[in-house]
């Protein structure tokens, strides 16, 4: 592979764990909505899962004292059952077909953070309601075994449940990481982790450190609010640029 095209990948790498650092969101939504333009969706798909998988970890590391397992458990046992379906699914679609899905999937995401905060809390915000961790952990399930985005059915379920900020960082880097081991193995036995994937991995390591260590530094500078405002149209053209490119 060109080096430019792995100072591309390993940038966008970078880009996207400092854009989760200082917005709390977006890892895998900004790498799989620029890696699959240069490398393909499968590769990417399985770049950025072995990438996500460390990003996960460290933040496991970071609040393992305050996790709750009850808070978790079904919408993680729901992910678990559905991640083969999407394994199946990126594996058999045709790539064209599966980058639209991707980008719809963007580009809805992008409208209901956009949106959410211009609505006051409806009666599902204050009265949780546990048997929605189901369907929305199935759909978890299914988007990261097909594209490795958690974050759509993670972020919905959050808000639907009334979850603050700490709670949601408490409670999912856990079951995310557990999530992304399973997708993990998934794609091992479909041999989908070739020798590529972790040559791009080892090269995209140093960019993440970077992006990791630069995102740290400017945390308490950016506004974080604007910040999120400009990655989600960004998010927005990209997604629009898959869906009917």
């Not at 077909?97 to 995401?109: D, H, P, Q, S």
């Not at 808000?159 to 880097?173: E, F, I, M, R, T």
């Not at 995102?215 to 609010?225: C, Q």
Request: net charge positive.
């Amino acid at each position: 592979m060109p080096l430019e095209n792995i100072v591309w990948i390993g940038g966008i790498i970078g880009l996207s764990v400092a854009v989760q650092t200082l917005a709390g969101f977006g890892f895998a939504l900004v790498a799989m909505a620029l890696l699959p333009l240069i490398i393909g969706l499968q590769l990417a798909s399985s770049l950025v899962l072995i990438m996500a998988l460390l990003s996960s970890v460290l933040l496991v590391i970071t609040y393992r004292k305050s996790f709750e397992w009850r808070a978790i458990a079904p919408l993680g046992i729901s992910a678990l059952a559905m991640i083969p379906v999407g394994i199946w699914l990126i594996d058999y679609l045709p790539e064209q077909t599966a980058l639209r899905i991707l980008g719809g999937f963007i580009v809805l995401y992008a409208l209901y953070d956009a949106l959410k905060a211009r609505f006051s809390r409806s009666s599902i915000d204050k009265r949780p309601t546990p048997w929605l961790a189901y369907p929305f952990g199935g759909l978890w399930g299914l988007m990261t075994g097909a594209y490795t985005i958690p974050g759509p059915p993670l972020a919905i379920y959050a808000a639907s449940q009334g979850w603050g900020p700490q709670k949601l960082k408490a409670n999912v880097p856990f079951v995310l990481a557990t999530v992304q081991i399973s997708t993990l193995a998934g794609h091992f036995f479909r041999g989908n982790l070739t020798a590529e994937v972790w040559k791009l991995a080892l090269y995209s390591l140093p960019f993440f450190c970077v992006g990791l260590f630069i995102s740290a530094k400017l945390s308490t500078r950016v506004d974080e609010k604007r910040f999120k405002q400009i990655v989600l149209i960004v998010l927005s053209c990209i997604g629009f640029k898959l869906l009917f490119g």
